[in-house]
């Protein structure tokens, strides 16, 4: 019988994965779910543990944490596979504060719930993108949205989907433009940019539709862009990211490619999967590893009204 690797990141949620360590050693011990827990200590150390556990032959290794704590777990898969064969498989057991990436794969929040799916072991396959050599599951960004990361990051007292949309609201006021060239499949562009988003599936932030057609196994990334986009408009377009109806705007152009290279300047932070890998990125490059993830979800997914934006 294969045994799965649990790896907790303690501080997903605001400690929520922390207490929730007692409920999975009960699930899986309720549903005969073999396995070893183990708890990251560090930034980037989710990374470690799931490499060092495929290679060991663990199966499969399940992320108990948020999207950031996903993300390390994918980047370690990834790493041990190597870009020529499909990693995984990976669970989930959602502990986050937006678990973008579970609700794009109709995974349910429930403790038990989401250890009783990794046991079943029903898996998708879907594709991993990929920006100067970190891997995403979700979603990365250049520009505006890393800074909306930066600022959230430091709050405090607001918890949940209200410290995003506070963190974004902090970001337009400060905001000052960059000057970027873009190269992808079918186009290019050169001038002013605000931000850039790109997305493997639809949400970040646990609000934000940026995205709003990507699909995650279809072999391409979808990415946004907005020009030199004024406070009042960029205030006007916050609202519009919910349901993804900000693609109506003529400000906001949308592509779909398999790869795309940004010349920056000045310097632009990156973020993948929410998590900051570069605070000064000048030249960023992204691509798609179609197919590289098996993904363990519900046998026959129905997809939440809280997971799909409004209709375009």
């Known amino acids: 019988m294969s045994v799965a690797k649990i790896i907790v990141n303690p501080y997903a949620g605001r400690w929520k994965a922390k207490s929730a360590i007692a409920a999975i050693e009960r699930a899986c011990e309720h549903l005969g779910l073999e396995h070893d827990l183990v708890v990251t200590d560090y930034p980037e150390h989710g990374i470690e543990l799931a490499r060092q556990a495929a290679l060991a032959g663990f199966s499969p290794v399940v992320s108990a944490g948020g999207d950031g704590s996903i993300s390390e777990v994918v980047n370690g898969l990834v790493q041990a596979a190597g870009e020529d064969v499909v990693a995984g498989p990976l669970g989930i057991i959602p502990l986050g504060s937006a678990d973008d990436f579970a609700d794009m794969m109709d995974l349910e929040k429930d403790v038990e719930a989401a250890c009783r799916t990794i046991h079943l072991g029903h898996a998708r396959i879907v594709d991993v993108g990929c920006v100067n050599g970190r ?30 949309v506070l963190a974004a609201v902090k970001t337009i006021v400060r905001h000052k433009p960059w000057h970027m ?14 931000l850039v988003s790109v997305g493997n599936t639809r949400r970040t932030g646990g609000v934000f539709f940026m995205t709003p057609r990507a699909e995650p196994d279809d072999g391409y990334l979808d ?17 519009m990211t919910f349901d993804g109806t900000h693609l109506e705007r003529p400000e906001i152009a949308y592509e779909r490619t398999t790869h795309l290279t940004i010349e920056c ?8 999967d929410g998590e900051l890998f570069d605070l000064a990125a000048t030249h960023i490059e992204y691509r798609i590893l179609p197919g590289k993830l098996r993904v363990i979800v519900p046998a026959a997914p129905e997809r939440a009204a809280s997971a799909t934006p409004a209709a375009e």
């Open 135 to 164: 891997y995403f599951d979700n979603n990365s960004a250049v520009g505006l949205e890393p800074m909306v990361g930066i600022a959230q990051a430091a709050m405090k007292r607001v918890k949940g989907i209200p410290r995003y």
């Open 181 to 194: 060239r873009l190269e992808w499949d079918t186009g290019e562009y050169e001038g002013p940019v605000t």
């Open 223 to 239: 990415f946004v862009y907005g020009g030199d986009i004024g406070r009042l408009k960029l205030f006007r377009l916050l609202p």
């Open 265 to 272: 300047e000045p310097s632009t932070p990156v973020q993948a």
